[in-house]
């Protein structure tokens, strides 16, 4: 059954200027990118995190981090963009200013045709330099894992933010100024565990934003929140600009909604 929208939130959507999301793991749970923190399906049910997602567990082992992440850079690869990704690609062309703030790595917003996304954990597909964070595209051919960086001879690892790691200075401050500064919030997928993405919500509920959460579970997140969208994202988002925008002129749309 699906859940129905509240016509106050109708109303705040369709007359806003700002709107910000923020997106966590459940929005590619429906493309088949496995989550992180869900009992059975999540990655951290059958890794652990500790050896796997922080710089030490990469200077620990560098072959069996590289390897985990080469393993699901290809799963990534693999997935398509699913009807959320598409409702929010949507949605961004409907509000005069839209910012899609995401925590994922898999790249699957843009691939959804999302313009202006910005990415807080960096991106899986792309590598970096562990000595000094240069983005390389193109290595010598080699049987090392992981491979060395052409230019100074360190590591290369994924470009992506590992626990007590910065977030990138630019990709935190436009998030953090978008929640300020938005008149609608959404979280979607996402735990709202993980600091710093976690005090997006509640930066932008103590700037008077209406704020609103879509996952099937209740999170830390809920209790704050105006409105609880209860279920899957791929299902709930395209209902949600389908309501807020009956007649949205966009082609394409009809791919979402079927
Ligand atoms: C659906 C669905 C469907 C399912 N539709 N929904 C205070 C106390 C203690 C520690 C800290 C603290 N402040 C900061 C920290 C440290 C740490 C932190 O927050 N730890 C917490 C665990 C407590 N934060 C950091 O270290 C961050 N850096 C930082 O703070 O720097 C400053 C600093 C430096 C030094 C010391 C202290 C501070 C960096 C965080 C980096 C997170 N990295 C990861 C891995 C990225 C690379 C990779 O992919 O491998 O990012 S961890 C993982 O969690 C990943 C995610 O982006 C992130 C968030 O997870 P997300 O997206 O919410 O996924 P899940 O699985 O948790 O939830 C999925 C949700 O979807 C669920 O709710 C489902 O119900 C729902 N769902 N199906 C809609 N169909």
């Not at 436009?174 to 005090?199: E, K, M, N, Y």
Request: glycine share 6%; hydrophobic share 45%.
């Amino acid at each position: 059954m699906q859940e129905s929208i509240p016509d106050a939130l109708i109303d705040a959507l369709r007359t806003a200027r700002k709107v910000a999301v923020l997106t966590g793991a459940g929005v590619s749970a429906e493309s088949g990118v496995p989550t992180f923190r869900e009992a059975q399906t999540g990655l951290w049910a059958q890794y652990d995190p500790q050896e796997l997602a922080t710089p030490s567990a990469f200077r620990r082992n560098p072959r069996l981090v590289w390897e985990w992440y080469a393993w699901r850079r290809d799963l990534v690869t693999q997935a398509q963009p699913n009807p959320g990704h598409l409702a929010l690609a949507l949605m961004e062309q409907l509000v005069p200013e839209f910012t899609l703030i995401t925590q994922n790595v898999d790249g699957l917003h843009a691939r959804a045709g999302s313009q202006h996304v910005v990415e807080l954990h960096g991106n899986i597909l792309r590598t970096k330099c562990s000595a000094d964070s240069r983005l390389v595209t193109d290595w010598p051919p080699t049987d090392e894992v992981p491979p060395r960086c052409p230019h100074c001879g360190s590591y290369l690892r994924p470009d992506v933010v590992w626990f007590g790691e910065n977030l990138p200075y630019e990709a935190l401050a436009t998030a953090v100024a978008d929640a300020r500064a938005c008149d609608v919030f959404l979280a979607v997928g996402t735990s709202a565990i993980v600091q710093p993405a976690a005090s997006l919500p509640l930066e932008a509920l103590q700037a008077g934003a209406i704020t609103v959460e879509i996952n099937p579970q209740t999170t830390p997140l809920s209790r704050h929140v105006a409105f609880v969208l209860t279920g899957p994202a791929g299902e709930i988002l395209p209902q949600l600009v389908q309501t807020v925008w009956p007649e949205a002129p966009v082609s394409g749309a009809a791919e979402i909604f079927t």
